[in-house]
């Protein structure tokens, strides 16, 4: 099944950096305002860490029921909280200054990334943060997006000190090796992403987790689409 099948490798990654860090336990996380950051799955019993997601409309899930996503099925799985600060149509540039997008009406506008992060290191708790975004970024240039994701990843870092921080390059169900076309060449996105966040010495403790290879695609189901895009799980698929 596909949702399961993205739960079981951001589990197996997630896993290892949270053994590999030591966290300590903090409150539970309060609900945020904005309809898109939400604590979004109860604490499992016992558990005394948390898990924040930032991204888009796939790291959100399903908008009426995002404890169903792959994001707070994976935190379950790991027997962590969830937290979830994404809105649609966002990115690490995307809906940020220069490019707001219209939410909900009654909601505030949207926010970039590294726009969220105040507020949510001031509401919702975190010793692992994901970061699974940028597919609304590949029409900018290239060194536009490097550096917006190296800036937001810093102030990730500066926030959540004792954190893991992960990334997931931005990928598409129906093309997960992702090329972005610019004015001058197209480009592997996951490359430009472990290049730039390797050579970064302030972010280096930041996992950058890699789309799953085409074997395990094919063997799992993920190479199949979901919603029409080819980008988005149907909600069909997010139940199973």
């Known amino acids: 099944m596909i949702t399961t099948a993205i739960v079981a490798v951001v589990v197996v990654v997630i896993g290892l950096a ?83 997008l219209p939410l909900a009406p009654g909601t505030e506008h949207s926010t970039s990334y590294y726009e969220r992060i105040p507020r949510l ?59 972005a076309a610019t004015m001058d060449a197209e480009y592997a996105v996951a490359e430009l992403v472990r290049d730039r966040v390797g050579a970064d010495p302030a972010l280096g403790n930041v996992i950058v987790l890699d789309p799953p290879p085409a074997e395990f695609r094919t063997r799992s189901g993920l190479a199949e689409t979901g919603e029409a895009d080819g980008i988005h799980l149907s909600p069909a698929q997010h139940r199973r």
């Open 18 to 100: 949270v053994a590999a860090t030591v966290v300590s336990a903090r409150p539970a996380a309060q609900p945020a305002e904005a309809a898109t950051e939400r604590f979004a799955a109860p604490a499992a019993p016992g558990a005394s860490t948390s898990m924040l997601f930032v991204g888009d409309s796939f790291t959100l899930g399903p908008p009426s029921l995002p404890d169903l996503g792959y994001a707070c099925l994976t935190a379950t799985r790991l027997g962590m909280n969830c937290n979830l600060g994404a809105q649609p149509g966002t990115g690490y540039i995307n809906g940020g200054p220069d490019h707001r």
């Open 121 to 179: 290191h001031a509401r919702m708790a975190a010793d692992v943060v994901v970061f699974d975004g940028g597919r609304n970024d590949l029409a900018y240039d290239r060194e536009f997006l490097a550096n917006a994701l190296l800036f937001t990843l810093e102030r990730a870092a500066d926030a959540w000190p004792n954190a893991r921080i992960v990334v997931i390059p931005p990928w598409y169900l129906i093309d997960p090796d992702t090329a």
